[in-house]
């Protein structure tokens, strides 16, 4: 009778323990809102629709990622290290930049250890890929191809899906609440590309002549033609080396951005005898804007005024 009350007890105690095991378990389990950190400011529309009320979002650049100085903004360093998942677009300058702000951050003081990285440009469609030079070397931060996929709207969804994935890792109960919110984004943007493709019809034939490359994704949705110069990778060419180029492709009107240098904007102005109009590449840079497809309304709205003079 004693063993068997003995099997009895230690039964008991081990259950008990099984129970609190789980419970412990279940409690280690993260919730609560997820801080995201975004690289790339037209990314955090899509993570505020992807995770809903579910994400808080830090804005880690500011201006042109492409500058060789490129720092995580003052402001963010300090949140950065309670961030549980890193948006990027697997730029290399973006990603040397965090680290540098993690490692000096130190585990430590790091709310959630270690933030998962999702880069949300595995697959997206890149109109500028890299070309070797002479010495068949190709800079490794632009291996990938154009670091400004994200300005053709036709990789948004993938983007919103890449995000979603990633959130889920993170917060398995709200998988499935967080894919549904990225097909309902694709759905919505899908929606407003058709509409700027029936818009763009009229102005085919257009040649653009961009100082901000990455626009020349933008060419995937037919409408103006967008040209670039093809020079260094983040160096831009002298004033009258873009003039000539600009010449030589026969543009009918030059697009600068809020962050092209002023002696370029001026020389295209002066000696160009083309229309020169400034036209924001990010919604950072247009007033009220907090929506992906803000962005291009906003650039398409621009070039019908251009059309209809």
């Avoid at 959630?112 to 890929?129: F, Y």
Wanted: aromatic share 6%.
């Amino acid at each position: 009778m004693k063993i068997h009350g003995l099997n009895r007890a230690l039964r008991a105690t081990l259950a008990l323990l099984a129970m609190g095991g789980l419970a412990f378990g279940a409690a280690q389990q993260k919730e609560g809102r997820i801080t995201v950190a975004v690289a790339v400011t037209d990314l955090e529309p899509i993570v505020k629709a992807v995770g809903g009320g579910q994400v808080e979002t830090i804005n880690l650049f500011k201006g042109c990622i492409l500058r060789s100085d490129l720092n995580v903004e003052p402001t963010a360093k300090a949140r950065l290290a309670g961030a549980e998942t890193i948006v990027w677009t697997g730029f290399l300058n973006e990603s040397a930049a965090i680290s540098s702000v993690l490692r000096s951050a130190g585990t430590t003081t790091r709310k959630n250890g270690d933030p998962k990285w999702i880069d949300v440009s595995k697959g997206t469609a890149r109109t500028n890929l890299p070309t070797s030079n002479c010495s068949g070397y190709v800079d490794p931060a632009f291996a990938a191809g154009d670091p400004f996929f994200w300005l053709n709207p036709e990789n948004g969804g993938l983007i919103a899906r890449h995000i979603a994935k990633g959130l889920g890792e993170l917060r398995p109960a709200s998988r499935a609440t967080f894919m549904a919110n990225a097909d309902a984004f694709q759905k919505a943007l899908a929606k407003d590309i058709d509409r700027w493709k029936s818009a763009l019809k009229p102005l085919r034939g257009m040649r653009v002549f961009s100082a901000q490359c990455g626009w020349q994704n933008f060419s995937s949705l037919g409408g103006p033609q967008f040209v670039v110069c093809k020079g260094t990778p983040g160096e831009l060419p002298s004033p009258q080396a873009l003039l000539t180029h600009i010449r030589e492709m026969k543009a009918n009107l030059i697009l600068v951005d809020p962050n092209t240098p002023p002696e370029y904007t001026e020389a295209f102005r002066e000696r160009s005898n083309l229309k020169v109009i400034e036209v924001a590449s990010s919604i950072e840079g247009i007033r009220g804007a907090s929506t992906y497809s803000a962005l291009f309304d906003n650039l398409v709205k621009s070039l019908q005024g251009q059309a209809s003079h």
